[in-house]
């Protein structure tokens, strides 16, 4: 029982499965992409990507959003179709990894 003033917060299964393939669907991390002089350029993504292909997804396939970020600039932005192409070589070449692993 809860003392007064005090208040409780019940999460249904539902609530709890919905919560759950929320995060599962979205996926964040970096890419380090090797320079020619050595080193990595560092690429932060976001990406949503579903079990299924859909005609929203990169072409049509499974990713529907995705950010990528080189030196906290968004260098590529899909949203459901395209907003800003790759902005750079580095760019490029993470989504090509990224488009291998979630689409």
């Known amino acids: 029982m809860a003392a007064a003033g005090q208040r409780i917060n019940r999460v249904s299964g539902a609530e709890q499965q ?20 050595g080193g990595y350029t560092i690429i932060h993504y976001w990406v949503k990507a579903y079990d299924e292909p859909s005609e929203y997804g ?15 600039e968004i260098v590529y932005n899909f949203d459901r179709g395209l907003d800003v192409p790759p902005q750079t070589e580095e760019a490029e070449m993470a989504l090509a990894i990224l488009m291998q692993e979630y689409n």
Not at 63 to 71: D, F, G, R, V, Y
Request: aromatic letters at 6%; one cysteine or more.
């Open 58 to 72: 990169i072409n049509c396939g499974k990713i529907s959003k995705a950010t990528l970020k080189q030196n906290d």
């Open 18 to 37: 919905s919560s759950a393939l929320i995060q599962y669907l979205w996926h964040e991390g970096t890419i380090g992409v090797p320079k020619k002089e």
